[in-house]
């Protein structure tokens, strides 16, 4: 929300020497966070001009020029160049002078062009950063003004003004509106705040007005609620919808984001923005008989205001009259009853609706606005009158309308319910002892109605903050008033017999691992495109999210490989070339139960079976790890050329997994979508597969902009963490030497290398210690689909020093059994 510092001022007691860092800082003290400053980034002299006189001359290149003499308060006339033909002699200018600088910056100075020197420029609205029109300059005139020559212009179009811009939480729907912050900035400041809703004059008379009719009707409400709560409209009659919006409201506007566009549509979004109330204006002429609020029919279309024909939904909420909707109740209204440049008579609307209903009609139709954000956040309920009483007397002021009894109030506020918050409630919650009677100064400060009793304080919060619903919001509400740095930093202490579990315990170890090992974790969005499941998972079912952020990735992943080629890309793009990532999280595994097609009725709570059909429809969740390397592992070097990373590479980064957990995943080879039909292994732990290592198909890493040669590696941890020994005992080290011999032999080419590992290593017992495969070979001196294998195997004995024979003998078992099972024959 930016809110501009004059606005401000006009209901808070904000010094006129306070620098918007001061603004921010208050805000901040009360729990907003600060965003940017915003202003119109020009500098004088910029003043009003009159012309005199001006001289069109052709251009070679088609342009006309005008060479113009404009009076700028001073004892001679300047001579400027503009390209505009929208003005005519003595029409006020906005002149910028030599040593101005412009939004962009755009320093202005004396320069020669079409054959003149250019003492300045004469601006258009664009230039000044007041709206986006360009196609003229901004005659002063149009705004309703008639200043003498030379009157500086920044004071005078308020292009002085400033504005800050602070983060407003979902929680806080209020301080969506000057009203809201200039309350905040009171609590933060022990200032005095003026309820902009409350000033005296002609706002009651909107409680008067009658005789339009207005139905709410919600045959299918939400969760139960209504749709709409509240409606109060207002007519106008004899507006002259052809007047100039005043500067200080185009001035403000703009500051808070929202360009000008006429009068009557300016002076709603300025109401919007000063009391927080969305407002609606409809050409009274337009319209066909009274208004009724109800849900959309089947088949049912309107044209809204942005040109767009949009089927409707039944679940939306609309505005109607006797020819069908015209309107999106909180969102956008309809082209039919647009206002005009020949409207002369308007029906104001300040209506209240359910922010689920208007959430959902907004996303559902893609049509974010500024009414919409603030019906989704919650309006108060009680300020529709004075917002639309406030449209009323800005109308009469600046478009000569007059105000007429014609109107409507359908609905009342809902009556907030009392909290009982007991005595000392907020110092359990906070950890900080506050005085009884400063609790209910600052609920009353709030807005809050108190009535103390002998044990806890009847507490009926304010219309304006529906957020305020049981006791901890208002233990929070006295914290934030009394101030934060009030509440001391003190780390608790934990309870005994508390803390991480050990899957959480394990999963921290896993990360700490491969961070250890040189990896970098990250974290990649869960959302896929069919092309990217398709990579690992080809056709398989997947999850698929009704209301995506990206349309073009709907789907939830099913494997966590994708999103680290993405991240890989990335980096590259960028010039990281050597790259070793890992990512922990979820997949999703859909079943086959769907579910159920909707969720029960929100006024009533779902059976026993409602709840089982819903969490039969929730995928399965495993949480997972994957690795990606590519590039160098090891850097080149002086006396070494730099290692590629390649499948060992991330068969160590498993390793590492393994010592972290205190398991021992083991490999098999095995063919996988996406990886390497030849370099390519499956991870098992206690026989069962946990997921797969390798290197992926150098075509996909080529289609993925990636170097050819990429290993990764993806594992089931939860698996892992399951089968993983609860109690990892250490292995003590040996006092007694070790004996060392070569195995050799020759087997089937298709027999994967661990299983003869797997099978020596049975066969020869408890002596040998460590096997490892050092060579497979296939050449001269091997028959054709056979290879050689050469394990390197290390035997000891934990009370004496092996012998050779002994060693031998363990050997030989272990060559035995592969002979048995496998075929082996042992090479010389």
């Not at 906005?94 to 100075?109: R, S």
């Not at 050799?744 to 066969?763: D, R, Y």
Request: hydrophobic share 45%.
């Amino acid at each position: 929300m930016r809110v501009p510092l004059s606005w401000l001022r006009e209901w808070a007691e904000v010094p006129v020497d306070t620098t918007p860092e001061a603004v921010h800082e208050a805000f901040v003290s009360v729990g907003f966070e600060e965003e940017d400053v915003h202003g119109f980034g020009l500098t004088g002299p910029i003043v009003v001009g009159r012309v005199l006189e001006f001289v069109e001359e052709p251009q070679s290149n088609g342009k006309t020029i005008r060479w113009c003499q404009v009076d700028v308060g001073e004892a001679e006339p300047r001579g400027i160049v503009c390209g505009a033909g929208n003005f005519h002699p003595g029409d006020k200018v906005v002149v910028t002078l030599p040593g101005a600088v412009l939004p962009g910056p755009f320093p202005i100075a004396a320069r020669k062009t079409y054959g003149h020197v250019s003492d300045g420029m004469i601006a258009s609205a664009k230039e000044l950063g007041l709206g986006q029109e360009h196609s003229g300059i901004l005659r002063l005139v149009e705004l309703g003004l008639d200043p003498e020559p030379g009157t500086d212009a920044i004071a005078l179009l308020g292009l002085d003004d400033v504005a800050v811009e602070v983060n407003v939480t979902p929680d806080r729907g209020y301080a969506f509106s000057v009203r809201g912050l200039a309350r905040e900035y009171a609590h933060a400041t022990g200032t005095a705040f003026v309820d902009p809703a409350a000033e005296p004059g002609e706002r009651g008379r909107a409680a008067a007005a009658s005789g339009f009719e207005v139905v709410l009707q919600d045959e299918a409400p939400i969760r139960g609620r209504e749709g709409a709560v509240r409606f109060v409209a207002r007519a106008v009659e004899g507006l002259d919808a052809s007047r100039p919006t005043p500067a200080t409201i185009i001035a403000r506007l703009s500051l808070a984001g929202i360009r000008s566009i006429s009068l009557a549509v300016d002076v709603t979004n300025y109401v919007m923005l000063e009391l927080g109330q969305p407002i609606h204006g409809y050409d009274l002429d337009a319209l066909t008989g009274g208004i009724t609020v109800r849900r959309a029919a089947e088949g049912e279309t309107l044209e809204t205001l942005d040109g767009q024909t949009r089927s409707l939904h039944v679940e939306d909420l609309l505005i109607t009259d006797g020819s069908g909707p015209i309107g999106l109740a909180g969102v956008m209204g309809g082209a039919s009853t647009e206002i005009s440049a020949t409207t002369t008579r308007v029906l104001i609307e300040a209506a209240v609706f359910d922010p689920v209903s208007i959430a959902r009609t907004a996303r559902r139709h893609k049509l974010p606005s500024e009414a919409s954000k603030r019906f989704e956040r919650g309006v108060d309920p009680r300020v529709a009158e004075a917002a639309a009483q406030r449209v009323v007397d800005l109308l009469v002021e600046h478009g000569g309308a007059r105000a007429v009894d014609l109107g409507a109030v359908v609905g009342e506020a809902p009556a907030r319910e009392a909290i009982v918050f007991p005595h000392g409630f907020t110092d359990r919650i906070v950890g900080v002892t506050y005085a009884q009677e400063r609790v209910q100064a600052i609920l009353e400060e709030i807005g809050c109605a108190v009535e103390p009793t002998a044990d806890a304080l009847l507490v009926t919060p304010p219309s304006w903050r529906p957020d305020l619903a049981v006791p901890v919001d208002l233990a929070e509400e006295v914290a934030r008033i009394d101030g934060y740095d009030r509440i001391p930093s003190i780390l608790p202490t934990a309870p005994s017999g508390r803390g991480l579990t050990r899957e959480q315990l394990l999963r921290r170890r896993s990360a700490d691992a491969l961070a250890a090992a040189g990896l970098v974790e990250v974290l990649c969005f869960p959302f896929q495109t069919a092309a990217e499941v398709a990579l690992f998972d080809g056709d398989a079912a997947t999850v698929k999210l009704a209301n995506p952020l990206d349309g073009q990735a709907p789907l939830l992943r099913r494997s966590l490989l994708p999103g680290l080629i993405g991240a890989a890309h990335r980096n590259l793009a960028r010039g990281t070339t050597d790259l070793a990532l890992f990512e922990i999280g979820n997949v999703f595994l859909p079943g086959d139960d769907d579910g159920i097609d909707a969720l029960p009725a929100g006024a009533v709570k779902p059976n026993d079976e409602q709840f089982a059909a819903i969490a039969a429809g929730i995928p399965e969740q495993p949480r997972r790890l994957a690795v990606l390397l590519t590039g160098a592992i090891t850097p080149k070097q002086p006396g070494q050329e730099a290692l590629v990373a390649g499948l060992g590479d991330a068969l160590s980064a498993i390793d590492a997994l393994g010592v972290a957990v205190g398991a021992e995943l083991t490999t098999r080879q095995a063919q996988r979508t996406g990886f390497h039909p030849g370099r390519t292994a499956e991870l098992l732990l206690g026989g069962e597969v946990v997921g797969v290592v390798g290197e992926l198909l150098p075509a996909l890493a080529e289609a993925a902009h990636l170097p050819k040669r990429v290993a990764a590696a993806e594992v089931d941890l939860d698996a892992v963490l399951r089968l993983a020994p609860v109690v990892v005992q250490a292995v003590p080290l040996s006092t007694q030497t070790a004996a060392t011999q070569d195995l050799s032999l020759v087997v089937p080419v298709e027999l994967p290398a661990a299983e003869v590992i797997a099978t020596v290593v049975e066969g020869a017992g408890e002596l040998l210690e460590h096997a490892r495969l050092v060579d497979d070979y296939r050449g001269r001196g091997v028959e054709e689909g056979e290879k050689s294998l050469t394990l390197a195997l290390r035997f000891r004995a934990e009370d004496r020093t092996l012998t050779a024979a002994e060693a031998s003998t363990a050997k030989d078992a272990g060559a035995a059994l592969a002979a048995q099972r496998h075929g082996a024959t042992q090479r010389e």
